[in-house]
Each structure stands twice: as structure tokens, then as C-alpha cells.
């Protein structure tokens, strides 16, 4: 799917490699799990999969020690088949949008821009802090429209049936 790499461990259970380093004011987790969990919950809601993000960096409670020394990823969970298809494919979009953000994000970070706010010294925190929520409205924009796009193109394929 793209290039994410998805790692099936059963047939209820996958795994979403996220392959994105936090760094330069970019949190990963955060960025993955949306603001109040709304990405996480938005994947649930509409396919029924539980998601949680496993992996190194993440401090989800029922992790053994080797999936704490994993690769970063969402581990999609659902007992039907099609569902969790389904449930992967949001989350590999999901994915991909964290990955446009944190090269949007480094490109800014490199090149000196700060998303239209300025930098002061003692106000940097402050800025980063509102690009950083500004980055995840964005994004969680991108995944709606995306996947609202989806349900179109599916509803008018079965009109036409």
C-alpha cells in the first residue's frame, strides 16, 4: 500500500510501520494520534478496528519489551477480515499524511519559516506550539477530505452497478 510498509501478524492483526523520526519540534505520536485522539477514534468509527501505536517512543501500558523495541507503528485490530482492510488502509493514509507533515516541517525548520508567526528567543515555544496544532488541524483535514472522496467514489460505483 504506497510505500508503508504493513506487516500482517494474524488474520485479525496488522500492523502500520510509521517509519518517522521526532525531532526539530516534530512528535510523532502525537501527530499520529490526532488532537484528543480524534485520528485513532475517526479509524474506529469507521471501520470498527481498535488502533493503538506500538514501538519505540511509545508508551501504550499492555506493551511487552520486544514491542517496545519495535519500529514505530499502529497496530490495526479487528476479528473480520474485510474490516481490518479497511481499518489498514485509513491508517496507512494516515501514515502518509503524518510523513507529508514532518517533511512540510523539516522544510520550515531548515529554511528559516515559522508558519506565518515570529520567532522570538523567548517565544519560540510558543511558536512552535501553535504550528505544531495548526500542522495537525491540517492534516486531520487532508485524511477527512480523503476519505470522504473514498465513500463518493465507492457510493457512485455502486449506483452505476
Known amino acids: 500500500m504506497g510505500d508503508v510498509e504493513v506487516k500482517n501478524i494474524s488474520p485479525t492483526k496488522a500492523r502500520v510501520i510509521i517509519d518517522v523520526e521526532s525531532g526539530l519540534g516534530f512528535k510523532v505520536i502525537p501527530a ?61 493514509e494516515l501514515v502518509l499524511t503524518v510523513r507529508q507533515q514532518h517533511k512540510q516541517h523539516l522544510e520550515e525548520q531548515t529554511s528559516g519559516k515559522t508558519g506565518g508567526y515570529r520567532v522570538r528567543l ?10 505544531y496544532y495548526q500542522d495537525y488541524y491540517r492534516a486531520y483535514a487532508q485524511f477527512i477530505r480523503y476519505t470522504q472522496q473514498q465513500k463518493a467514489k465507492k457510493i457512485t460505483e455502486q449506483a452505476s452497478k
Open 32 to 92: 499520529v494520534i490526532g488532537p484528543k485522539g480524534q485520528f485513532m477514534r475517526y479509524i474506529f468509527e469507521n471501520t470498527g478496528c481498535r488502533t493503538c501505536v506500538k514501538g519505540k517512543g511509545a508508551t501504550y501500558g499492555q506493551m511487552s519489551e520486544d514491542e517496545a523495541a519495535e519500529k514505530l507503528h499502529i497496530e490495526v485490530i479487528h476479528r473480520d477480515e474485510k474490516k481490518l482492510q479497511q481499518g489498514i488502509k485509513l491508517a496507512v
Open 122 to 131: 523567548t517565544g519560540d515555544q510558543y511558536a512552535a506550539w501553535m504550528q
